[in-house]
């Protein structure tokens, strides 16, 4: 049984940093595609960062140079550091595993910018 459980949201300004944490249990990440969503209110999920097995990354217009993902492999948890918040990331946070059949979600974390 997989599981995937988010931390590390919270409430920050403009400008602010926050790093959010996927703990995974049930597979190893550092075999599978980990990825980052969110969810703004009233907007569809949307994609914000991806890392396979071999540690290619990849991310969204809207956050590359400012969102980082990576890997702590011996922790099994993917982190995504997240610089220079702008409003408009404020939304839920959510970790994605691609398994061999399947895929796997979080609960989600709350990130909200606002002054």
């Known amino acids: 049984q997989v599981q995937l459980v988010e931390s590390g949201g919270g409430l920050v300004q403009p400008g602010g940093s926050l790093r959010l944490s996927c703990a995974a249990s049930?597979?190893?990440?550092?075999?599978?595609?980990m990825r980052w969503y969110r969810q703004a209110p009233g907007k569809q999920r949307e994609w914000v960062a991806y890392?396979?097995?071999?540690?290619?990354?990849n991310y969204a217009d809207s956050v590359n140079g400012r969102f980082t993902i990576s890997r702590e492999d011996a922790k099994n948890t993917v982190l995504l550091q997240m610089n220079s918040l702008k409003p408009e990331d404020t939304a839920v946070y959510y970790c994605?595993?691609?398994?061999?059949?399947?895929?796997?979600w979080g609960q989600g974390t709350q990130v909200t910018v606002s002054e």
């Open positions: 994605n595993l691609e398994g061999p059949n399947r895929t796997y």
């Open positions: 049930g597979s190893s990440i550092g075999r599978n595609v």
């Open positions: 890392i396979n097995s071999g540690g290619y990354k």
